[in-house]
Each structure stands twice: as C-alpha cells, then as structure tokens.
C-alpha cells in the first residue's frame, strides 16, 4: 500500500501528476478541489460557501477542508493506497495526519509564482460544458469556441489578477509550514513544475523509488 501527499500551488498541474500516479499504481485519488467542485456543481450548501470564497480570491475554510478529506478517507475505497491532493492545510491537519496514517512521501511540484500568474491567467472554460482550456498549452481549434460543444469560452471569475495575488499570499503562508513539518521528517522530495508533465512525472517516480512504466 502506497500514500502520498502532493503539494503544489495553483496552475503547478498536481491534479494531472496525482491522476498519472492513481491510474498506474491503482492508487485512489482524493482531490479536495475536486470534491468542492461536485459540491458547486450541484448547487449543495457548501457549494455556495465555495464559490463566494473562491470568487473573493481565498481560500476555504480550513475546517470545511478537514472535513471533506476525513469523510472521504473513512470510505476506505483505497485497498491499494492513495494520492491526496489539497490537503493538509495547516500544521494542525499535517500533525493529525502524520498520527493517523503512514506516509511514504510527499510530493512538492516547485513553480515560481511568475509562472503560476502566466499559466493561471490564460486558462479558460467552457461556459456551456465545463470544459477547461489554457491558450497556452489546449487552444481550441476556433479562438473562442469550445471544440466539444461550441459553448463560449469564459475566464474563470477567480481568475483576476488581484484574486490571484491574494491565493498566492495564503498558500505560502498556510503551505510552507506544513512543508517544512514534512521536511524535518524527510518525507519530501521536490520537482520542478515547469517542465512536461510526462518529465515531471519520470522525474517523481525516480525520487520516489517507483516503476518508470
């Protein structure tokens, strides 16, 4: 059984690192983002608490994180382990966690916050299907019009500038700590973001000691 944490700042792709490490080792993955999503998606009262925190450019509450993650986790789907994103928050959460489970590492995805604002800015979303974009990297064939449904093509309404200075602010001052707590216990191994995302990944797998293919 494997368990891991990944750490990365918005935009640093640990969503596609943690799914490429779940498919192939049969890992679950347990995204908070993703689960807040599902919740805004359908219209659940912490949906609505999500989506006025996320707009006003922070972060949600740490308590409602906990919670989520400690609900999922007592599913106890993950026979084989599991890769947990977005969580811990604190040093409260990363201490807890360390009690309650036996982590073999935590994965930390390092992008200069100069990046994070260029990829950030230019992703975009289908306003019909929900589709997502970056015009750096997934341009659809006609500028402005999703290729799946023809739906317009939005930036996201968290995706300003001044919303993103403000994440940006509270991940390192929440994050860094919990960082350094998992240091001390030399379970991080760090990677540069910027490259592809199969080098980032290759480059994981050797840190931690896991098959390339």
Same mark, same amino acid.
């Given at each position: 059984?494997?368990?891991? +944490? ?35 998606? !359908? ?17 949600? !509450? ?16 993950? !026979? ?39 990829? +950030? ?93």
């Amino acid at each position: 059984m494997r368990k891991y +944490v990944i750490f990365g700042v918005q935009g640093s792709g640990k969503g596609t690192q943690a799914t490429m490490l779940a498919r192939d080792f049969d890992l679950v993955h347990i995204s908070v983002g993703d689960i807040f999503r599902w919740h805004v998606q !359908n219209h659940t009262k912490l949906g609505a608490y999500v989506r006025r925190t996320v707009a006003a450019g922070e972060l949600v !509450n740490d308590d409602h994180v906990e919670s989520v993650v400690q609900d999922r986790l007592h599913q106890h789907d993950w !026979n084989y382990g599991f890769v947990i994103d977005g969580f811990p928050r604190n040093r409260r959460q990363a201490e807890f966690f360390l009690e309650s489970y036996d982590i073999d590492g935590v994965i930390h995805l390092d992008l200069p916050d100069g990046e994070v604002r260029r990829r +950030v800015l230019a992703r975009r979303l289908c306003s019909r299907c929900g589709l997502d974009y970056n015009l750096m990297a997934h341009r659809p064939k006609k500028e402005g019009r999703c290729d799946v449904c023809g739906g317009e093509l939005v930036a996201r309404e968290d995706d300003t500038e001044e919303a993103l200075a403000e994440r940006l602010r509270i991940y390192h001052e929440k994050t860094d700590p919990v960082l350094d707590l998992f240091r001390r216990k030399e379970y991080v191994v760090t990677v540069d973001a910027r490259p592809d995302k199969q080098t980032i990944q290759t480059e994981i797998r050797k840190r931690l000691d896991l098959p390339l293919s």
